[in-house]
């Protein structure tokens, strides 16, 4: 992976840990330590990526390269120190690695090792220091620990702790826990997880739980032999908000932030997988898309006619369908089709879910006539003077025969025509072509020749030509 | 009620013609009522849908001419081809709540026993439901929709319908519980054919007839009227000023039926338009949708033809227009056209030239009627 | 200019008129004269702003001088001669000829029908006759139902028989015999669909009276069995219209005669007719929807205020004058059967009994 | 007057004795002898221009002008020799003019008189001698006098004799009488005599004299006291021929020329007269003028629409009203007016003497009725049952009563229309407009256009439309 800059690197530090933590599958944590304004030198921070997770097998290191021309050399030396131990080791390793340094032999510097004495336990530590104050990665840590808490990874707790200078008051702590507020069990899936967070999410920001409608799909992509394949799980909410929040999702009026995670963090859209979003049918669940913007390798999409109060979001996460040791070499071009297929799968889960909810535009134009049709045909019915025919007209709808005011049969009727449209929507998703009973059955229907509108007015004879 | 309801349900299910029937309001309301009932059972369903209108077909695509064998009468009809309006599809969904709007509306019309005229209807429609109807036109196509949907005819749903028909000559006609009316004794305007479809079915008819002389234009006949032409050559003369109304075709279907022996003899201008006039009622039209072909008469082409062109004066000559050789276009590219008629209109179309019958009066007011007579005595009709 | 002598004689009179006629064009030609041809013109109203306009219907006021001198003046005596040598050929044999018939003899000449038609008015102002006089009849396109029974020529019209059965009205009028009647008034509708809307509701039945329609601009035999039967059954004549300027323009017709029949409008005007509706103050009295009513345009708006100049609204009808004002004031028009909109029989039921009941006719 | 060349002025010679001889009243006598190819040049003609008319005052030659931009000296010297006598002059009067010579006292010389020993004659010789072939001379001269014989002055004779070397073999005699064919009295007018030489010219061309209609008119312009105006004779000849025959007039296909006479002489036409020409209202006479062009002095009307065997000929010559001794001062710029006037009014005398002539386009239109009407005024006679009213008109037409077939009577009233109508249109270009018909304002005619009236046919094609 190139490195663009420092900061990018200690995230990449902070995902690799995690995945080491979510590989051991017990209780971890991962620390990050930042110290500022070290007595030794007040501009030179110290970070201390430290986690409890299965012990570091340096490869992942090894894919690092360091790019000059993105960072000063002012910045970074390009040293990192790495303490590192698995459950069976007996000792400490302890490694120092000089990124700036191509070639790989010199790269790599082993140090003595510290005896373990015996106690089983693992976890790595990774130190590297940087002239610069630390604030903005300080930020952006934070930031990616609450995005990493939306996978809900139910094993790993997550800790970020800025000491500055030596006074004891002035050190401050963030301490982030995953699952403070929904537990999962650990055998949740990862797309339950991510459900969840949202959920959780709409209750911390002071939403109800029923404006929420949540809708999820997963897409498969199995690629050589069957395990190695790639999965897609997607998750879109739709909340009806009644004012405005700001929240971490930097959503603004009628725009979408899709929320990107690759194996287990956070991740920048690709260029493909913005095409992939541009190119899913929209329309077909009433949505007009009007825009979209890569605004630092964060989709935004726009909407066209969406209600004020109504916000949507999306969360896209890309990971190999069997959980590996974390790698540099990661596939970045991810199959198109994996998420339209995904977001596709979740947009009808939703629908599905929720009557009413992501009807198509046709849908939708369709419904606006519901109650013309149902005000005429209740119409018919009570204005007819053959009380048998209203009865049994009743009795279709399941009403009572006598005493039924108008507005209740049509009421009722319109209730029907309503669900027949939106389940039709919903399933012509899955057919190819709907077709619907003739109001009258005749078995000539096989010259069945479906012509619109043709008009031939008051032509005397038929063979007036056009 | 429910017992129409029943044989409604029967006819829905084994039609085998595509024909609007003239019924009685009660008929009209029990196939309405079957509609509803039907859509609801649908809509009801453990798979409950919306159910499609299916609709014959009014294209000329859809048209289909027959060769009568036995009967030697020929016509057009429509063929059990549907178009649909369906609610699903965006570009039907409009015309498909038009159906059962006009259809609520005949129905409100039918239970009152009244009759409305097609304007009133625009205006009730505009009212009730300005988003579905704005132009006459709309409502016009509508109402056919629901004709072909219901398979009945327009005057059935409680459409008010005129004639601009006229018959006179040897013809007594009675109402039930009338008097007899002598279509001899009706001066030159005749006896205006009427509109109302039910109380021509229940005329009482006779003649001593020998002929019927279909007119295709109102002067024309009015000067047959005058000249009592039908004491001359006994006839029956009718007209329905140009292109057919349905009930003037009805009254000829019925005089075809009750009087098989007359031949009946059109007399019609020559041009692309009389012959026109002519084969509307002879085969039908699909203009009259499925109202058409019932009233399919072998009607024969008595004149003006090409060989009456050496009786008319050079002056009477009008050039055909483009409109005519349009109308031309398509009557020869039927297929019911039989072939001496066709031969006759290509040489209309050749010599470039229309003529009226009032041509020949060139040779006397009177001629007109010689002419007639002199064509019967010769059987020079095709 | 319809006499009161039998039809025979009057044919004679006729052609002994248009022998004089062709006799003295003759005479001018054989003295080697051109033949001057005076035809006076009439008009039923004149556009005089003052009102204070001495319009009469009997008096010309002026005459258009045909020559040879004129190319034009040739033409309209090539087609004046011609006709008239067709009416002669009718009247000599006691035929019938339509307007339509006789364009038929010459079309190409005469070029259209209403070249033939103002021959026809030309020969009637010249022959000083009514153009039934000529032979020369229009198809009827009238029709007529209600409490009325006549006979014309030897055919019955039993209407009373079926009051709400349309019969169409008489061609010809002179012919009309036997009229007998126990309708309290005579309706006009402008249009058949009106008709046919009372014709369904029964109207007849439950008002004792006569309804002409004329559908659309009234014919002669229209006009002419109207003022027949105004005259020989004294009945007042109401007049129902659409609320738009061709309505009015019917109406007008009724009462006042056409412009281009001002020559007879004596015989074809019925001052009795009175206006019935539909007003333009309707709309609001019977709260028609908005839909229902349409602005007017262009051409309405002119029509209207040309109609506004007609000098017989202001010194006779001026309450018809201020209605039609407030048409172009209000700038809507609508037609009658946007009164059935509320209910089908509200024309029938409500909307004509009330009218003629509270003598709310202008 | 300006001298173009040496045969001009020779023309101009022959033109002024001609005036002398007009003015003897007498029978006269002009000789033009050429003799060509002297022994003593062979280049050299010697020009004799003689005349028995009144003696010359001289001041006729005080006017000629020599150009010497035009001739140049070598072709001729400028000298003329004159004899001349009166009837009351005892000798025969002899000069020798210079016309090369601008000063005038220098021009004249004054030669020794030859007495006339009291023989009673008058008369002038006027001689010339030219450096010059004289054929081109000889030609002009023969067509001029050919045009001089159109004025048929009635006494006067001409003789042109061309004398070749001194072989009397080659010797070589013209003459030209005046009057040869249809003598006219002497005391014929002018005008008489224009028309008779048209007459001549068709009859000796071998048209019939019945194909030949010809109109002449005469226009005044009185200025200063009444005998010292202008008259301007027209005389215009429409002749139908079955071919085509060159002729002195140079006419070919629908074109006139214009032959155009000044003071008893062919003169040129001017551009005033061309345009007087152009401004005529020919349409009023059924002639369609497509085109006129000056060529050499020559007139051509190019007629559009005129019967191909069909032409026009147009003489005009004006002339003092007093006849007045020759002179060189002439009014060149002749009144346009009166051309046209003249001509006019002899297109009227044409339009008047003969039915059916020069019709303008209008008559011809209101013309091309008179079959029709008569057809039907003839239909309305015969068609009538009343056999009193059928005898009456028989009478009124001039026609027996009985047994009179229809197209008698049809042809004899179209022949009284057509009179009529003749009659009107030339009528009508004496009344100064057309009596307008009563015109009466008539605002309500507008209106007329909204009236629907009762058709009741031909609706077939309406109902195609609903
Ligand atoms: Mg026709
Ligand atoms: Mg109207």
Redesign the interface.
Same mark, same amino acid.
């Given at each position: 992976m190139e490195i663009a800059s420092a900061n990018v690197i200690c995230l990449q530090l902070v995902s690799s840990a995690t995945q080491r933590c979510r590989l051991s599958g017990e209780p971890c944590r991962l620390s990050v330590v930042v110290k500022c304004s070290l007595p030794s030198d007040p501009l030179l921070s110290r970070i201390s990526i430290s986690d409890t997770g299965v012990g570091s097998c340096l490869e992942e290191f090894q894919g690092l390269k360091f790019s000059r021309q993105s960072i000063g050399d002012e910045k970074w030396d390009g040293m990192l120190s790495v303490r590192t131990t698995g459950k069976c080791d007996n000792e400490v390793y302890h490694y120092q690695l000089n990124l700036k340094e191509s070639a790989s032999a010199r790269r790599l510097t082993r140090l003595p090792s510290n005896p373990k004495n015996g106690v089983k336990f693992s976890g790595t530590e990774v130190i590297l220091s940087m002239f610069e104050s630390a604030d903005a990665l300080v930020a952006e840590i934070n930031c990616f620990f609450q995005k990493m808490l939306m996978l809900k990874i139910p094993n790993v707790a997550y800790e970020l702790v800025v000491e500055r200078g030596d006074a004891p008051g002035s050190q401050c702590e963030h301490v982030f826990l995953a699952n403070e507020s929904n537990p999962l069990s650990f055998s949740a899936s990862n797309l339950e997880c991510l459900k969840s967070s949202i959920e959780d999410y709409v209750l911390k920001h002071g939403y109800k739980k029923e404006h929420l409608k949540v809708g999820s799909g997963t897409a498969y992509c199995t690629e050589g032999h069957q395990n190695t394949g790639w999965m897609m799980d997607t998750v879109i909410a739709i909340s009806e908000i009644s004012e405005p929040i700001s929240s971490c999702f930097r959503t603004s009026g009628a725009k979408s932030e899709v929320i990107y995670f690759k194996d287990f963090s956070p991740c920048s859209v690709s260029q493909s997988s913005m095409k992939a979003l541009t190119s899913i049918d929209w329309r077909s669940f009433g949505l007009t898309l009007k825009s979209i913007a890569n605004q630092g390798g964060y989709a935004f999409l726009e909407w066209e006619g969406l209600p004020p109060n109504t916000r949507i979001d999306i969360i896209l996460h890309s990971y190999h369908k069997q959980a590996v040791m974390p790698s540099a070499k990661q596939k970045t071009q991810l199959d198109r089709n994996l998420i339209k297929r995904a977001v596709k799968l979740a947009l009808d889960d939703l629908k599905e879910k929720h009557a009413g909810v992501l009807l198509s535009a046709h849908a939708l134009k369709i419904r606006s006539y519901a109650p013309d049709l149902a005000k005429t045909i209740a119409g018919l019915i009570l204005s007819s003077n053959d009380s048998g025919f209203q009865g049994e007209c009743f009795s279709l709808i399941g009403l009572q025969c006598q005493g039924v005011g108008g507005e209740i049969v049509e009421d009722c009727i319109k209730k029907k025509i309503i669900s027949v449209i939106e389940m039709n929507d919903r399933k012509s998703h899955e057919r190819s072509e709907d077709v619907a009973p003739f109001l009258f059955e005749d078995e000539c229907l096989q010259e069945l020749d479906f012509q619109e509108d043709e008009y031939e007015e008051g032509v005397g004879f038929v063979f007036l030509a056009r | 009620m429910g017992d129409l309801r029943k044989s409604s349900m029967r006819f829905f299910s084994d039609q085998n013609l595509c024909y609007a029937d003239i019924l009685p309001p009660s008929e009209i309301r029990a196939r309405i009522e079957v509609a509803v009932l039907n859509f609801l059972r649908i809509l009801a369903s453990p798979t409950p849908a919306i159910s499609d209108l299916p609709l014959i077909n009014r294209r000329s695509s859809n048209s289909r001419a027959s060769k009568g064998l036995l009967t030697q009468v020929s016509c057009v009809f429509l063929s059990h081809s549907f178009c649909t309006r369906s609610l699903m599809r965006a570009n039907t969904a409009k015309a498909f709540i038009r159906v059962w709007k006009v259809m609520e509306m005949c129905f409100g019309v039918l239970v009152q026993e009244k009759r409305v005229t097609q304007r009133e209807l625009f205006y009730k429609l505009l009212c009730d439901s300005p988003d579905y109807f704005t132009s006459q036109l709309q409502v016009n196509r509508t109402i056919q929709d629901v004709v072909a949907l219901l398979q009945c005819s327009r005057y059935s749903l409680g459409i008010m319908a005129s004639s601009r028909g006229l018959v006179a000559g040897r013809l007594l006609l009675q109402e039930p519980n009338q008097e007899v009316v002598d279509c001899s004794e009706c001066g030159l305007s005749g006896h205006a054919i009427s509109g109302d479809l039910n109380r021509l079915e229940t005329l009482i008819l006779n003649t001593d007839a020998r002929y019927i002389i279909v007119v295709e234009k109102h002067a024309i006949f009015q000067r047959l009227a005058e000249d009592r032409v039908f004491n001359q050559i006994p006839s029956i003369l009718i007209t329905a000023k140009g292109y057919p109304d349905i009930a003037t075709r009805f009254l000829l279907h019925r005089l075809a039926r009750a009087f098989p022996d007359l031949p009946i003899l059109a007399l019609v201008d020559w041009n692309p338009a009389g012959l026109a006039i002519l084969c509307t009622f002879k085969f039908g039209s699909i203009g009259m949708g499925l109202e058409a072909y019932r009233y399919a008469c072998n009607v024969k082409w008595l004149g003006l033809r090409g060989d009456d062109l050496e009786m008319i004066p050079e002056q009477s000559l009008v050039p055909l227009k483009p409109r005519d050789l349009q109308i031309a276009k398509s009557l020869l590219s039927s297929e019911v056209l039989q072939e001496n008629y066709r031969r006759e209109l290509e040489i209309m179309v050749q010599h470039g030239h229309r003529v009226e019958i009032e041509a020949l009066y060139f040779h006397g007011y009177d001629y007109l009627g010689k002419y007639i007579a002199k064509k019967i005595v010769q059987a020079n009709y095709i | 200019m319809e006499g009161k002598r039998s039809g025979s004689q009057q044919h004679c009179d006729l052609?002994r008129k248009?022998?004089e006629f062709?006799?003295a064009?003759?005479?001018e030609?054989?003295n080697?004269?051109?033949p001057t041809i005076l035809i006076d013109?009439f008009?039923n109203?004149?556009?005089n702003p003052n009102a204070n306009c001495c319009c009469s219907y009997d008096l010309s006021?002026?005459?258009?001088?045909?020559?040879?001198?004129?190319?034009s003046?040739?033409?309209r005596?090539?087609i004046l001669?011609?006709v008239?040598?067709i009416v002669?050929?009718?009247l000599?044999?006691s &035929?019938?000829?339509?307007k339509?018939?006789i364009?038929?003899?010459?079309?190409?000449?005469f070029s259209e029908?209403?070249v033939v =038609?103002q021959a026809i008015n030309d020969i009637c102002i010249l022959m000083q006759c009514s153009r039934h006089n000529l032979n020369v009849?229009?198809?009827?396109?009238g029709l007529v139902m209600g409490w009325i029974r006549f006979l014309?020529?030897?055919?019955k019209f039993?209407c009373i028989?079926?009051p709400n059965?349309?019969?169409?009205i008489?061609?010809?009028v002179e012919?009309v015999k036997d009229i007998v009647s126990v309708a309290r008034f005579i309706l006009i509708v402008e249009k058949?669909?009106v008709f046919? &809307?009372l014709a369904?509701?029964q109207f007849c039945n439950a008002n004792r009276c006569i309804v002409i329609t004329g559908r659309?601009?009234p =014919?002669?035999p229209t006009r002419r069995f109207l003022r027949l039967l105004i005259e020989k059954l004294c009945l007042p004549a109401y007049c129902l219209v659409d609320c738009d300027p061709y309505g009015f323009?019917i109406l007008t017709?009724y009462r006042f005669g056409?412009?281009?029949m001002a020559y007879d409008a004596k015989y074809l005007r019925c001052p009795e007719v009175r206006w019935l509706g539909a007003f333009p103050s309707d709309s609001e009295k019977y709260c028609l929807?908005q839909?229902?009513l349409l602005p007017l345009t262009g051409k309405d708006k002119r029509?209207t205020e040309?109609?506004l100049?007609r000098c017989y609204l202001q010194r006779d009808v001026p309450k018809w004058r201020s209605e039609l004002e407030l048409m172009l004031q209000r700038g809507v028009k609508f037609?009658i059967?946007?009164l059935?909109?509320y209910s089908?029989?509200f024309l029938t039921k409500e909307y004509i009994p009330s009218k003629i009941k509270g003598g709310v006719h202008i």
């Amino acid at each position: 992976m190139e490195i663009a800059s420092a900061n990018v690197i200690c995230l990449q530090l902070v995902s690799s840990a995690t995945q080491r933590c979510r590989l051991s599958g017990e209780p971890c944590r991962l620390s990050v330590v930042v110290k500022c304004s070290l007595p030794s030198d007040p501009l030179l921070s110290r970070i201390s990526i430290s986690d409890t997770g299965v012990g570091s097998c340096l490869e992942e290191f090894q894919g690092l390269k360091f790019s000059r021309q993105s960072i000063g050399d002012e910045k970074w030396d390009g040293m990192l120190s790495v303490r590192t131990t698995g459950k069976c080791d007996n000792e400490v390793y302890h490694y120092q690695l000089n990124l700036k340094e191509s070639a790989s032999a010199r790269r790599l510097t082993r140090l003595p090792s510290n005896p373990k004495n015996g106690v089983k336990f693992s976890g790595t530590e990774v130190i590297l220091s940087m002239f610069e104050s630390a604030d903005a990665l300080v930020a952006e840590i934070n930031c990616f620990f609450q995005k990493m808490l939306m996978l809900k990874i139910p094993n790993v707790a997550y800790e970020l702790v800025v000491e500055r200078g030596d006074a004891p008051g002035s050190q401050c702590e963030h301490v982030f826990l995953a699952n403070e507020s929904n537990p999962l069990s650990f055998s949740a899936s990862n797309l339950e997880c991510l459900k969840s967070s949202i959920e959780d999410y709409v209750l911390k920001h002071g939403y109800k739980k029923e404006h929420l409608k949540v809708g999820s799909g997963t897409a498969y992509c199995t690629e050589g032999h069957q395990n190695t394949g790639w999965m897609m799980d997607t998750v879109i909410a739709i909340s009806e908000i009644s004012e405005p929040i700001s929240s971490c999702f930097r959503t603004s009026g009628a725009k979408s932030e899709v929320i990107y995670f690759k194996d287990f963090s956070p991740c920048s859209v690709s260029q493909s997988s913005m095409k992939a979003l541009t190119s899913i049918d929209w329309r077909s669940f009433g949505l007009t898309l009007k825009s979209i913007a890569n605004q630092g390798g964060y989709a935004f999409l726009e909407w066209e006619g969406l209600p004020p109060n109504t916000r949507i979001d999306i969360i896209l996460h890309s990971y190999h369908k069997q959980a590996v040791m974390p790698s540099a070499k990661q596939k970045t071009q991810l199959d198109r089709n994996l998420i339209k297929r995904a977001v596709k799968l979740a947009l009808d889960d939703l629908k599905e879910k929720h009557a009413g909810v992501l009807l198509s535009a046709h849908a939708l134009k369709i419904r606006s006539y519901a109650p013309d049709l149902a005000k005429t045909i209740a119409g018919l019915i009570l204005s007819s003077n053959d009380s048998g025919f209203q009865g049994e007209c009743f009795s279709l709808i399941g009403l009572q025969c006598q005493g039924v005011g108008g507005e209740i049969v049509e009421d009722c009727i319109k209730k029907k025509i309503i669900s027949v449209i939106e389940m039709n929507d919903r399933k012509s998703h899955e057919r190819s072509e709907d077709v619907a009973p003739f109001l009258f059955e005749d078995e000539c229907l096989q010259e069945l020749d479906f012509q619109e509108d043709e008009y031939e007015e008051g032509v005397g004879f038929v063979f007036l030509a056009r | 009620m429910g017992d129409l309801r029943k044989s409604s349900m029967r006819f829905f299910s084994d039609q085998n013609l595509c024909y609007a029937d003239i019924l009685p309001p009660s008929e009209i309301r029990a196939r309405i009522e079957v509609a509803v009932l039907n859509f609801l059972r649908i809509l009801a369903s453990p798979t409950p849908a919306i159910s499609d209108l299916p609709l014959i077909n009014r294209r000329s695509s859809n048209s289909r001419a027959s060769k009568g064998l036995l009967t030697q009468v020929s016509c057009v009809f429509l063929s059990h081809s549907f178009c649909t309006r369906s609610l699903m599809r965006a570009n039907t969904a409009k015309a498909f709540i038009r159906v059962w709007k006009v259809m609520e509306m005949c129905f409100g019309v039918l239970v009152q026993e009244k009759r409305v005229t097609q304007r009133e209807l625009f205006y009730k429609l505009l009212c009730d439901s300005p988003d579905y109807f704005t132009s006459q036109l709309q409502v016009n196509r509508t109402i056919q929709d629901v004709v072909a949907l219901l398979q009945c005819s327009r005057y059935s749903l409680g459409i008010m319908a005129s004639s601009r028909g006229l018959v006179a000559g040897r013809l007594l006609l009675q109402e039930p519980n009338q008097e007899v009316v002598d279509c001899s004794e009706c001066g030159l305007s005749g006896h205006a054919i009427s509109g109302d479809l039910n109380r021509l079915e229940t005329l009482i008819l006779n003649t001593d007839a020998r002929y019927i002389i279909v007119v295709e234009k109102h002067a024309i006949f009015q000067r047959l009227a005058e000249d009592r032409v039908f004491n001359q050559i006994p006839s029956i003369l009718i007209t329905a000023k140009g292109y057919p109304d349905i009930a003037t075709r009805f009254l000829l279907h019925r005089l075809a039926r009750a009087f098989p022996d007359l031949p009946i003899l059109a007399l019609v201008d020559w041009n692309p338009a009389g012959l026109a006039i002519l084969c509307t009622f002879k085969f039908g039209s699909i203009g009259m949708g499925l109202e058409a072909y019932r009233y399919a008469c072998n009607v024969k082409w008595l004149g003006l033809r090409g060989d009456d062109l050496e009786m008319i004066p050079e002056q009477s000559l009008v050039p055909l227009k483009p409109r005519d050789l349009q109308i031309a276009k398509s009557l020869l590219s039927s297929e019911v056209l039989q072939e001496n008629y066709r031969r006759e209109l290509e040489i209309m179309v050749q010599h470039g030239h229309r003529v009226e019958i009032e041509a020949l009066y060139f040779h006397g007011y009177d001629y007109l009627g010689k002419y007639i007579a002199k064509k019967i005595v010769q059987a020079n009709y095709i | 200019m319809e006499g009161k002598r039998s039809g025979s004689q009057q044919h004679c009179d006729l052609l002994r008129k248009i022998r004089e006629f062709t006799r003295a064009i003759v005479e001018e030609l054989s003295n080697g004269r051109s033949p001057t041809i005076l035809i006076d013109r009439f008009r039923n109203y004149c556009t005089n702003p003052n009102a204070n306009c001495c319009c009469s219907y009997d008096l010309s006021y002026g005459k258009e001088i045909l020559t040879f001198r004129k190319e034009s003046h040739v033409h309209r005596l090539d087609i004046l001669l011609r006709v008239l040598l067709i009416v002669q050929q009718l009247l000599q044999e006691s &035929r019938h000829g339509s307007k339509r018939d006789i364009y038929y003899m010459h079309p190409c000449i005469f070029s259209e029908q209403s070249v033939v =038609d103002q021959a026809i008015n030309d020969i009637c102002i010249l022959m000083q006759c009514s153009r039934h006089n000529l032979n020369v009849v229009s198809v009827g396109n009238g029709l007529v139902m209600g409490w009325i029974r006549f006979l014309e020529g030897g055919r019955k019209f039993d209407c009373i028989n079926c009051p709400n059965m349309a019969h169409p009205i008489p061609v010809q009028v002179e012919e009309v015999k036997d009229i007998v009647s126990v309708a309290r008034f005579i309706l006009i509708v402008e249009k058949e669909s009106v008709f046919q &809307r009372l014709a369904n509701d029964q109207f007849c039945n439950a008002n004792r009276c006569i309804v002409i329609t004329g559908r659309g601009y009234p =014919d002669i035999p229209t006009r002419r069995f109207l003022r027949l039967l105004i005259e020989k059954l004294c009945l007042p004549a109401y007049c129902l219209v659409d609320c738009d300027p061709y309505g009015f323009d019917i109406l007008t017709t009724y009462r006042f005669g056409s412009l281009q029949m001002a020559y007879d409008a004596k015989y074809l005007r019925c001052p009795e007719v009175r206006w019935l509706g539909a007003f333009p103050s309707d709309s609001e009295k019977y709260c028609l929807p908005q839909q229902c009513l349409l602005p007017l345009t262009g051409k309405d708006k002119r029509k209207t205020e040309s109609m506004l100049n007609r000098c017989y609204l202001q010194r006779d009808v001026p309450k018809w004058r201020s209605e039609l004002e407030l048409m172009l004031q209000r700038g809507v028009k609508f037609e009658i059967e946007a009164l059935s909109v509320y209910s089908l029989s509200f024309l029938t039921k409500e909307y004509i009994p009330s009218k003629i009941k509270g003598g709310v006719h202008i």
